[in-house]
């Protein structure tokens, strides 16, 4: 679908919600610009944030820094050093920097926290 079409339909909305018309125009133009999205626009729902940050198996850097209310960067001194630890380097090339993505296994979350804990 192109941009105007979906900018013409949201519009379309807007404008419906603020003026007062009868009911059944105003259900019916719902009803169209709601079946012309989901029939030309497919968007697979986000699994990401479906489940809680405690059921989740692997977390990232941010997730363990909001569960533990630590920094990032004190989270990344913690886990980079241990074993089960999931790091992918992406190297550094000409006129780009190299990252690492971090991710951390709910064992080896359990496993530190614990110690940390006492």
């Keep these: 679908m192109s941009y105007k079409r979906f900018n013409l339909l949201t519009e ?9 018309m009868k009911a059944d125009a105003a259900t019916l133009l719902h009803l169209v610009a709601d ?20 059921e989740k198996d692997v977390f990232t850097v941010s997730d363990v820094a909001a569960m533990t209310g630590w920094s990032r960067q004190t989270i990344i001194r913690m886990f980079q050093d241990e074993r089960g630890t999931l790091i992918r380097p992406t190297p550094e090339r000409l006129h780009k920097r190299g990252y690492r993505s971090i ?13 940390v804990s006492v």
Excluded: C, N
């Design 12 to 20: 379309l909305r807007k404008f419906v919600a603020a003026k007062p």
């Design 35 to 54: 079946d012309y999205l989901s029939a030309r626009h497919r968007v697979q729902p986000l699994t990401r944030h479906t489940r809680p940050l405690s």
């Design 103 to 115: 991710r951390i296994p709910r064992f080896v979350y359990e496993r530190v926290i614990g110690k």
